[in-house]
């Protein structure tokens, strides 16, 4: 395949047009990049200035007295931890329901015709078109009757709900991707249906069940609706910092949105290769 | 054979027992809750809703900001797609960069523009750097409506594009590369080849991207709350004040239903406004 590339092209513009031309795509990414990029900046100086570096006026964008003692005084602060580690907790069975429930329905819809499975494919699709977390209120009443109410359980439940659709639909992806043929190949070497199963078609999905598991992770790290409906004393990171937020000191909320940031920036770093490849299509 | 016929329901049943518990009869109980008074039948808790004080501006303002948000982002997904396609070396790492917004929360991109527009914030630095301000201004109040609106919109716009790109970048990804190439050799320009191959080539993309980011642009909530409080009213805001201060779960629900009508109507719209060849699906 020959190269289109544009930039390499155009043979009759005149090199100063070309080096222009060139000068503006990359000033366009650039800019693009520090649009991304500088907010985040912005919050870490907020989070690590403390109180006095938020009064600081006017701000400059280098400051010379950060320190990590403001960040870690936050994370002193009463209930956070609790707080983070609701979250994690929350995050955690939220990854293990929507997997162990999604990745079967996804292997069904990727390997099996069967009467029903446009009904279910449409009941998956439909939790796309609803803002699901409202439907936090009406489970308040339930989850009261269950003693599930102001439980992480709970909460977790409900994000399973959030992340539960988008696994099946993923794995429903990654398990086309595993060529039928390598299964057919093991059960004529004498492994069963599931040693087949557990043997060829796990490792290769592997990696794209990883990456679904870190998905439904990020969706139930950054829920706030749900959360700070369905409890009080058990909140989450985000219940926690949306109820104290009206109160709270300027620093203090900037160090909460950093501590926000932070695992989630890491796992979307840890799955950049499959973000593009799990939206149905491979980048390459 | 009879087991074989029963492994995809077998396999399809925890999923299906799970969203029939927890999404279809909650959303059944949202329904019944909103249209019902003392287990009556009833209109009151809409007829009090939209009687509130805040709805219609709650309305206004949900519309209003769905209907910047969401052109700004798909442009700005198509220029970054388009960028993307023509970067050699380092395309990962751009794209990397682009998408961590990805992994960031509502609430957490609202703190981080808290931190920009507040009154000593950076905002107000640069302008005041610049000379343009002789002392802080404040942004984010009531008196600053327009102002607030905008601040709003960039935080929405800074942490929801990333989602617009991907799907998009995805779906130029599939565009087969013969067919600029042809039209290319026939001389058409960078910008007839973006109108008339890649934009229809993309469609499902477009389709899937805009569903995708309307319903959640109707669902604004934290990112507003974070930055102005109750000062720009939304309809997801208002139904967590009715559920959590006012301690109202039928008006709640009123406003949760209101916001699935408003969500479905549009996705209709979408589905038929862009025809996609249904074989193109993924």
Redesign the interface.
Known sequence: ??D????KRAPKSPASFQGARKFL?WA??AA??A???V??W??A??AFGGRRG????????FPGDLSFEPFLTFLQTDGLIAAFGNSLQAAGITVV?SV???A??G???A??A?T??NA?RL??LL?????????A??????FINMGLYDTVFGVA??H??LA??FA?LVTQ?IFMGVPRELEEAAWVFGCSKFQAFLRIVVPLALPGLAATAVFAF?IS?????AA??LTVSHRTL?AY??TV??ESP?HF??A??LL??LP??I???AV??Y??AI?????? | MQTKRLTPYLLILPATAFLAVLFLVPLVQTIWLAFSQGNAPSMANFQRMVSDLNFNTALRNTFLLTLFVVPVQIALSLAMGSLAMHIGKGRETILWIWTIPLGISDLAAGLVWLSILQNSGYLNSFLYGLGLIERQQAWLTYQTPIALFFGIAMAEIWRSTAIVMIVIVAGMNQVPKDFNEAAQVFGASRWTRFTKITLPLIRPALQSALILRTVLAFEVFAVVYTLGGRNFPVLMGEAYTWQNTNQNYGVAAAYAVLIMVISLVATFVYLKAIKVDPERLP
């Open positions: 395949m020959s289109i590339h544009p930039l795509f366009a990414i693009l990049s649009w991304v990029l907010p985040i912005f919050v100086l907020g938020v009064y600081t006026w006017p701000k400059s964008v329901l162990l429930l999604g079967p329905a292997y069904a819809l390997r099996f069967f029903g499975k279910f009941l998956v939790t796309r078109a609803f803002p699901l977390a409202i439907l209120l009406p489970l308040t009443v339930s439940l409900v399973t709900v539960m659709p099946v992806g990020v790290w950054n829920e706030v609706f700070s409906v985000t910092l949306l937020l009206g300027l909320r900037f909460g949105g926000l940031i989630s920036v796992f979307i770093f950049r290769r973000l593009f939206w149905g299509i491979s980048s390459k």
